[in-house]
């Protein structure tokens, strides 16, 4: 008798596995018969991971992340302290890099120190936190043109070498060069100024350098000096994501003030190692974000001079601590400030110069914020009311019958982005503007909310509708062979919608799927390109009555929307586009552009286009094979009533009872017929059952039901 035969290993591997399956089910209750579920271990699994992987992380910081803040913390520490003993004469590591001659011989030239000011008649103003902006020039320094200081700007950079300047300046176009924005914040924050000079402020902030190209631009972090008597500023700039070196502020000011001005950076120095203790301490990951590549790494130096205003010291410094500090006192209306300034990059051979750049100073801005929030609020009560009345008056399913959902769709996005913006930057800027702000986006979130329900209810009144109409077309096919016409021949020799009827003929709802694989993948394409965004919501508020006029053509039905709720909506929707893009002194500081007039042009249009479907009908302008629903003549051509008859009348309303009554003097010749074709015809209406109405008088019992109130035969639009 042959022994059994051995089993591998693997069988026998898959052997136990399988047995100590079995026993687990046993152990469990569950008998070798039941159906194996999901096991709830990998489920406890994936939601650990979720919640360690979502979660702050307390305290416990990952070591990499704990080692580089505590590594930036030895080197603020190092820092100040070789600062603090440069500054007491000691022995120290750290040394001030001196500017060279050539440079300060250059800024001298550019921007030239204005003598002292009679400051009974000019002043110059001492917080000038705030925004200034102003058209740029760059010159470029290796090679300049038609300047007279070639010269001067040759030796700056004559110990440059050329390609090390290309490779600095990285992919950023800096020929396209338009405009340059200040951001300017003083004092800055958590600084405790009690112990420095008060006559240097420090501040911080940004640079924006704008392309010509829309929505292009660049940004470097501001680090300086303010000296608010004679009004000139020098800071340092870097590419964001790289430090600003503070320490060496004092080598841009002059001789005299380099010790002052060393004396006010230790402030500095300390609450920067003070919020990065804090970090430290509240287990943030902050400096564990990787900063992007900056488009290039030239560095900047500031020089700016502010110009004086014509107002005696005593009335701006009245103003400036009446803004600062409100009691109701009347003061001055003072002009805005206008900064000159030069920014100078050394290692990559050019100059930025700006003239009579116009600030707005913050409390200015915050009134100005606070107004939009306030006009924005008043223009959506508005559309909320308008929106509210339409929805009323098409409140039975003849009526939503008419509507397009696709307009309201399209406001329902426009109200999306909106609402996103005003909470978003009400939020983050954590002013005195954030709760103005929050009401217009509350408002815009209502009208998203109620618009989506009113597109999903016209869609579940109209597809019914749309499925028994290709339901009736498949039928008389069967028995009449009717010619194609243009848009059938677009829709059935396309192949994207070849592949739709396909989707269609599989999935019998497949525009949710559609629309959701578009919308997302828009909305990521949108998320980080601004210039698509403003492009994709342009195309909307191009196309926001479009739907509806075609949807009216195409099934012949007038007045689907009132006048009142189409101009209203019109206007109240256009505010927003022309205040940001048509208005130079928007709160965002967006550029006026040309094409946001085409746009409104575009909109206003599509109005005039469906006041003349009310006039002369809602197809006047389209071919009649492109119509879903073959028109009726609903005003024909009818006998005049006999001249001796005691009452000119065509007959009794079949809704009202009243008479239908013709003008009098309508009664023979060629121009009287001419007047009835053109003027009576509108005020009688004759159904295909024959019976009589007064237009008005069907239009409205349209509204409520689509079949004839006599015969209760169905009737085509009117």
């Given at each position: 008798?042959?022994?059994?035969?051995?089993?591998?290993?693997?069988?026998?591997?898959?052997?136990?596995?399988?047995?100590?399956?079995?026993?687990?089910?046993?152990?469990?209750?569950?008998?070798?018969?039941?159906?194996?579920?999901?096991?709830?271990?990998?489920?406890?699994?994936?939601?650990?991971?979720?919640?360690?992987?979502?979660?702050?992380?307390?305290?416990?910081?990952?070591?990499?992340?704990?080692?580089?803040?505590?590594?930036?913390?030895?080197?603020?520490?190092?820092?100040?302290?070789?600062?603090?003993?440069?500054?007491?004469?000691?022995?120290?590591?750290?040394?001030?890099?001196?500017?060279?001659?050539?440079?300060?011989?250059?800024?001298?030239?550019?921007?030239?120190?204005?003598?002292?000011?009679?400051?009974?008649?000019?002043?110059?103003?001492?917080?000038?936190?705030?925004?200034?902006?102003?058209?740029?020039?760059?010159?470029?320094?290796?090679?300049?043109?038609?300047?007279?200081?070639?010269?001067?700007?040759?030796?700056?950079?004559?110990?440059?070498?050329?390609?090390?300047?290309?490779?600095?300046?990285?992919?950023?176009?800096?020929?396209?060069?338009?405009?340059?924005?200040?951001?300017?914040?003083?004092?800055?924050?958590?600084?405790?100024?009690?112990?420095?000079?008060?006559?240097?402020?420090?501040?911080?902030?940004?640079?924006?350098?704008?392309?010509?190209?829309?929505?292009?631009?660049?940004?470097?972090?501001?680090?300086?000096?303010?000296?608010?008597?004679?009004?000139?500023?020098?800071?340092?700039?870097?590419?964001?994501?790289?430090?600003?070196?503070?320490?060496?502020?004092?080598?841009?000011?002059?001789?005299?003030?380099?010790?002052?001005?060393?004396?006010?950076?230790?402030?500095?120095?300390?609450?920067?190692?003070?919020?990065?203790?804090?970090?430290?301490?509240?287990?943030?990951?902050?400096?564990?974000?990787?900063?992007?590549?900056?488009?290039?790494?030239?560095?900047?130096?500031?020089?700016?001079?502010?110009?004086?205003?014509?107002?005696?010291?005593?009335?701006?410094?009245?103003?400036?601590?009446?803004?600062?500090?409100?009691?109701?006192?009347?003061?001055?209306?003072?002009?805005?400030?206008?900064?000159?300034?030069?920014?100078?990059?050394?290692?990559?051979?050019?100059?930025?110069?700006?003239?009579?750049?116009?600030?707005?100073?913050?409390?200015?801005?915050?009134?100005?914020?606070?107004?939009?929030?306030?006009?924005?609020?008043?223009?959506?009560?508005?559309?909320?009311?308008?929106?509210?009345?339409?929805?009323?008056?098409?409140?039975?399913?003849?009526?939503?019958?008419?509507?397009?959902?696709?307009?309201?769709?399209?406001?329902?996005?426009?109200?999306?982005?909106?609402?996103?913006?005003?909470?978003?930057?009400?939020?983050?800027?954590?002013?005195?503007?954030?709760?103005?702000?929050?009401?217009?986006?509350?408002?815009?979130?209502?009208?998203?909310?109620?618009?989506?329900?009113?597109?999903?209810?016209?869609?579940?009144?109209?597809?019914?509708?749309?499925?028994?109409?290709?339901?009736?077309?498949?039928?008389?096919?069967?028995?009449?062979?009717?010619?194609?016409?243009?848009?059938?021949?677009?829709?059935?020799?396309?192949?994207?919608?070849?592949?739709?009827?396909?989707?269609?003929?599989?999935?019998?709802?497949?525009?949710?799927?559609?629309?959701?694989?578009?919308?997302?993948?828009?909305?990521?394409?949108?998320?980080?390109?601004?210039?698509?965004?403003?492009?994709?919501?342009?195309?909307?508020?191009?196309?926001?009555?479009?739907?509806?006029?075609?949807?009216?053509?195409?099934?012949?039905?007038?007045?689907?929307m009132s006048l009142q709720y189409v101009i209203g909506t019109t206007i109240g929707r256009a505010f927003f586009p022309l205040y940001f893009f048509?208005?130079?002194?928007?709160?965002?500081?967006?550029?006026?552009?040309?094409?946001?007039?085409?746009?409104?042009?575009?909109?206003?249009?599509?109005?005039?286009?469906?006041?003349?479907?009310?006039i002369f009908g809602p197809s006047f302008f389209m071919p009649t094979s492109w119509l879903t629903t073959p028109p009726y003549d609903y005003h024909?051509?009818?006998?005049?009533?006999?001249?001796?008859?005691?009452?000119?009348?065509?007959?009794?309303?079949?809704?009202?009872?009243?008479?239908?009554?013709?003008?009098?003097?309508?009664?023979?010749?060629?121009?009287?017929?001419?007047?009835?074709?053109?003027?009576?015809?509108?005020?009688?209406?004759?159904?295909?059952?024959?019976?009589?109405?007064?237009?008005?008088?069907?239009?409205?019992?349209?509204?409520?039901?689509?079949?004839?109130?006599?015969?209760?035969?169905?009737?085509?639009?009117?």
């Amino acid at each position: 008798m042959s022994s059994p035969a051995t089993p591998s290993p693997q069988e026998q591997a898959r052997a136990d596995h399988a047995e100590a399956l079995r026993r687990m089910e046993e152990a469990m209750g569950r008998g070798p018969a039941t159906a194996t579920p999901r096991s709830s271990l990998s489920s406890f699994i994936l939601l650990t991971f979720f919640f360690f992987f979502f979660s702050g992380g307390g305290n416990d910081l990952p070591m990499p992340a704990h080692t580089q803040l505590h590594d930036s913390l030895k080197s603020l520490l190092y820092q100040q302290s070789n600062f603090t003993a440069w500054i007491n004469g000691s022995e120290s590591n750290f040394s001030l890099i001196q500017q060279p001659p050539a440079v300060t011989h250059l800024i001298q030239i550019l921007l030239p120190t204005l003598p002292p000011l009679d400051t009974s008649l000019f002043s110059y103003s001492h917080n000038v936190t705030g925004y200034f902006e102003s058209p740029v020039t760059i010159h470029n320094l290796t090679d300049p043109f038609n300047v007279t200081w070639s010269a001067e700007a040759q030796d700056v950079v004559k110990s440059i070498n050329a390609s090390d300047i290309i490779g600095r300046l990285g992919t950023w176009n800096w020929s396209a060069v338009s405009n340059l924005g200040i951001t300017i914040k003083e004092p800055m924050p958590q600084v405790n100024f009690e112990a420095s000079d008060p006559d240097i402020v420090m501040f911080n902030g940004e640079v924006t350098i704008e392309s010509e190209t829309e929505f292009q631009y660049v940004k470097f972090d501001l680090e300086g000096v303010h000296f608010p008597k004679n009004g000139t500023f020098y800071a340092f700039a870097e590419p964001q994501g790289r430090k600003v070196e503070t320490r060496q502020i004092p080598s841009l000011v002059p001789e005299g003030a380099q010790n002052a001005t060393a004396q006010a950076i230790v402030p500095i120095l300390e609450s920067k190692i003070e919020r990065l203790r804090n970090i430290i301490a509240s287990g943030a990951t902050e400096l564990t974000n990787e900063e992007p590549a900056p488009e290039t790494t030239c560095s900047l130096k500031l020089y700016g001079q502010l110009q004086p205003a014509p107002l005696p010291q005593y009335l701006l410094e009245n103003l400036e601590a009446e803004v600062e500090n409100p009691t109701g006192a009347s003061t001055i209306s003072a002009p805005p400030p206008l900064l000159d300034a030069i920014l100078l990059s050394e290692d990559c051979g050019f100059l930025l110069e700006i003239r009579e750049a116009k600030g707005m100073k913050a409390a200015r801005f915050w009134r100005k914020m606070t107004t939009y929030a306030g006009s924005s609020f008043i223009i959506y009560c508005a559309l909320l009311a308008l929106f509210v009345k339409h929805t009323k008056e098409t409140a039975t399913p003849a009526a939503v019958s008419r509507v397009s959902r696709w307009s309201f769709i399209i406001q329902a996005g426009a109200d999306a982005f909106s609402f996103v913006a005003h909470v978003s930057y009400g939020i983050l800027t954590d002013s005195q503007a954030s709760l103005p702000l929050l009401a217009p986006g509350f408002l815009a979130c209502i009208m998203l909310i109620n618009q989506a329900q009113y597109a999903i209810q016209i869609r579940a009144v109209q597809d019914p509708e749309e499925t028994a109409l290709a339901a009736l077309a498949a039928r008389t096919a069967g028995t009449e062979q009717r010619p194609e016409t243009f848009m059938q021949s677009v829709f059935r020799q396309s192949v994207l919608f070849g592949w739709v009827n396909e989707l269609r003929r599989v999935d019998p709802n497949p525009k949710f799927w559609i629309m959701l694989t578009i919308g997302l993948g828009l909305f990521l394409k949108v998320l980080f390109h601004p210039a698509l965004l403003f492009t994709i919501m342009g195309l909307l508020y191009t196309l926001l009555w479009v739907p509806q006029i075609i949807r009216s053509a195409r099934r012949n039905t007038m007045r689907a929307m009132s006048l009142q709720y189409v101009i209203g909506t019109t206007i109240g929707r256009a505010f927003f586009p022309l205040y940001f893009f048509a208005c130079p002194q928007n709160i965002l500081g967006v550029h006026t552009t040309w094409w946001v007039w085409t746009l409104m042009g575009a909109v206003f249009l599509q109005v005039v286009v469906m006041v003349l479907q009310d006039i002369f009908g809602p197809s006047f302008f389209m071919p009649t094979s492109w119509l879903t629903t073959p028109p009726y003549d609903y005003h024909p051509v009818m006998p005049l009533p006999d001249i001796e008859a005691p009452e000119q009348s065509l007959g009794d309303c079949a809704i009202c009872m009243d008479a239908i009554l013709v003008h009098p003097e309508i009664s023979s010749g060629e121009k009287a017929g001419l007047l009835m074709a053109a003027a009576e015809r509108r005020t009688y209406s004759l159904a295909p059952c024959n019976h009589l109405f007064h237009t008005h008088c069907l239009e409205q019992w349209l509204g409520v039901k689509n079949i004839c109130p006599q015969c209760r035969r169905l009737l085509p639009p009117l």
